[in-house]
């Protein structure tokens, strides 16, 4: 079953369960086949966390700012690791990312799928990524 989204991503059923992108379902079976290896343990998805909790303030209630994480996993040594699986960035995005950063110890990946520039399975680091069309663009432009 697919539908698309506000971002134009079409969201995709894989064993079951929804995914927001044909990438994030991508990203699953990748991390299925990293557990099948023992590289990786304890898929979790969609973690909420809270940034900033609720408060109330002249009498009105503010709910707590989350982040929802599209994956969270411990690699076979035990570290975590928290990823985000991104087509394009939004400026809430990136405020939510820095507020992360702020609060949690664990490093918050965001990747991208990228043929072109990622690793054998087509994986990059979304910043990195950014980085390397910057790059391209630059000596187009030369």
Do not use: C, H
């Not at 996993?73 to 699986?85: A, C, H, N, Q, Y």
């Not at 507020?99 to 690793?119: D, F, P, R, T, V």
């Amino acid at each position: 079953m697919i539908s698309i989204n506000k971002y134009n991503s079409k969201k995709i059923v894989i064993d079951g369960i929804k995914f927001d992108s044909k990438a994030e379902g991508e990203f699953y079976i990748y991390l299925k086949d990293l557990k099948e290896q023992g590289k990786i343990k304890d898929i979790i998805l969609q973690e909420k966390l809270i940034l900033q909790e609720g408060f109330k303030k002249d009498g009105k209630t503010f709910r707590p700012i989350t982040y929802t994480v599209d994956f969270t996993f411990k690699t076979s040594t035990g570290e975590l690791i928290r990823v985000d699986v991104k087509g394009m960035e939004t400026q809430q995005g990136n405020i939510k990312r820095k507020m992360y950063e702020y609060k949690y110890k664990e490093k918050l990946y965001w990747i991208a799928k990228s043929k072109k520039y990622g690793n054998a399975a087509g994986w990059i680091d979304y910043d990195e990524l950014k980085k390397k069309r910057r790059d391209a663009k630059k000596e187009v432009v030369a």
